[in-house]
């Protein structure tokens, strides 16, 4: 296994606010975003990086590419320093900000790639067969002619995509790239990344509120809060830390008595011929399917996922606030 590409030793940020609390009166506070955090993410490692909303988890991000300064401990990006050689890391890495694009709004599409292919010096060889593949796999080609403003948030993000990956990034940074999304653009972004950590090994650090980015992306989850690093595990660890749960919701042919399940899973709400099953999020739903399936006249279901915010709020409460990586990974210094 490759050593640590990407490394936080006890990493912070302090913030210095001023906040106006009378007329003339200022009061100087410090917000400390990030607090000591240390992790270790190997080449070809996809990561989730979560967290509730002011969690620290853009400052990491923005500490990673070298836009802010660590007000302490030490960050490397493969070997690099990024807030010392900033440009000469940006070669390396790739970012995507979901909620903002990189794109030239006026420019069609196409024209921001050629623009990126000058900035980031990309040899044309290298250039073309990239934006070819990219295009291929994004389904760009129709929209490469089309103003950024005209596109929909989908087709954008998916143009975002490609603008990030055009230079070869070994490290890609995702902040909530499936935001706003329908389900088949959502489908087809995460089947993208798939295909990119997979084939070219790209490391991926994902930030979501969407569960099941997670869930068909990420091995492995790191949890922040308060600036300080909560969890760091596989996502089957923080269902259970939370015990948090699943709902299977049922059609029956025909109005029944509560379903039996086997326990833990049980029957929280029958309504009519449908019923709704909850079961623990860190078991597979398939035993469950196939009991009901076998014993009742089924005539549809799904699996509705717990809320991302909701199972982290879970998880933080049965550990009453403390830092409690799993043994397998030591987070906190
Ligand atoms: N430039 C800044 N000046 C002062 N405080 C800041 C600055 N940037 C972030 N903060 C504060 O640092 C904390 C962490 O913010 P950050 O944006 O990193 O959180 P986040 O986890 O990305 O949240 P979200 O999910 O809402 O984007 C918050 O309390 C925020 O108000």
């Known amino acids: ?69 660590p007000s302490g401990g030490r960050l490397r990006v493969a070997g690099i320093d990024p807030s ?40 044309d060889g290298r250039y073309r067969e990239n934006l070819g593949r990219l295009v291929e796999l994004l389904e760009l080609g129709e929209l490469l002619d089309v103003p950024v403003r005209q596109l929909s948030l989908g087709q954008r993000m998916r143009g975002d ?19 706003g999304l329908d389900v088949v653009s959502k489908a087809k972004v995460r089947e993208f990344l798939r295909e990119l950590n997979t084939e070219n ?20 989850v790191m949890v922040i809060d308060h600036g300080r690093m909560m969890y760091d595990g596989p996502l089957a660890g923080l269902h259970e830390a939370g015990e948090s749960e699943r709902i299977l919701v049922v059609d029956l042919e025909r109005e029944l008595p ?17 019923q709704w099953l909850a079961f623990p999020a860190s078991a597979s739903a398939a035993p469950l399917v196939a009991r009901i399936a076998a014993e ?25 606030d403390t830092p409690k990586p799993p043994p397998e990974r030591a987070t906190t210094a």
Not at 52 to 68: D, H, V
Not at 161 to 179: F, N
Not at 265 to 273: D, S
């Open 1 to 69: 296994m490759d050593t640590a590409f990407i490394e936080l030793d006890r990493v912070e940020k302090v913030f210095d606010v001023r906040k106006k609390t009378g007329f003339l009166k200022r009061e100087r506070r410090q917000v400390r975003a990030v607090d000591s955090i240390s992790f270790t993410v190997p080449r070809g490692e996809m990561v989730g990086y979560i967290g509730p909303n002011g969690a620290g988890k853009s400052t990491t991000i923005k500490m990673l590419t070298g836009i802010l300064t």
């Open 84 to 123: 010392r050689e900033r440009s000469r890391l940006a070669h390396r890495i790739g970012v995507v900000f979901g909620q903002r694009t990189t794109l030239w709004w006026d420019l069609p599409l196409i024209d921001s790639y050629r623009l990126m292919h000058r900035m980031y010096r990309i040899p």
């Open 161 to 179: 995509i490609a603008a990030a990956l055009l230079h070869d990034p070994e490290v890609v940074y995702l902040d909530e790239p499936t935001i």
């Open 201 to 220: 090994g790209t490391t991926v650090l994902l930030t979501t509120h969407d569960l099941q980015d997670i869930e068909q992306l990420c091995s492995r």
């Open 258 to 274: 509560p379903i039996e399940a086997p326990p833990p899973a049980r029957v929280v709400k029958v309504e009519g011929p449908r």
């Open 296 to 320: 009742y006249p089924l005539v549809d279901l799904s699996v509705r996922e717990p809320d991302i915010e909701a199972v982290i709020a879970k998880m933080l409460h049965s550990m009453g």
